[in-house]
Nanobody, 123 residues
Framework: VQLQASGGGSVQAGGSLRLSCAASGRTFSIALTGWFRQAPGKEREFVAA????????YYADSAKGRFTISRDNTKNTVYLQMNSLNPEDTAGYYCAASRYYSISYSAQDYHYWGQGTQVTVSS
């Protein structure tokens, strides 16, 4: 499975961005797709995840009410719509996929990773 993340950029506080994660290869093996982020000097942290059929979504407290994860299986793509961005959201954002059907907020439970896409929010 290969994951390609895109959509990062620089925005001012209060702005929005939509990240995309396109999957290719043995996509049938993916049960869960998530987004993580990592700021300089900090550990990688969970942001949001969605099950393979879109039936369930999960969010970190910091993302609830501002971010929305969704998927389009006809395009093998997962999206992360981010609204009301603030400087604390500045980080490299990574999409990841897991073969496990159970939700996990731990990066170690994800088997496939895309390259990061940088999000920078200025005040």
């Amino acid at each position: 499975v290969q994951l390609q993340a895109s959509g990062g950029g620089s925005v001012q506080a209060g702005g929005s961005l939509r990240l995309s994660c396109a999957a290719s290869g043995r996509t049938f093996s993916i049960a869960l797709t998530g987004w993580f982020r990592q700021a300089p000097g900090k550990e990688r942290e969970f942001v949001a995840a969605i099950t393979w059929n879109g039936g369930s979504t999960y969010y970190a407290d910091s993302a609830k009410g501002r971010f929305t994860i969704s998927r389009d299986n006809t395009k093998n793509t997962v999206y992360l719509q981010m609204n009301s961005l603030n400087p604390e959201d500045t980080a490299g954002y990574y999409c990841a996929a897991s073969r496990y059907y159970s939700i996990s907020y731990s990066a170690q439970d994800y088997h496939y990773w895309g390259q990061g896409t940088q999000v920078t929010v200025s005040s």
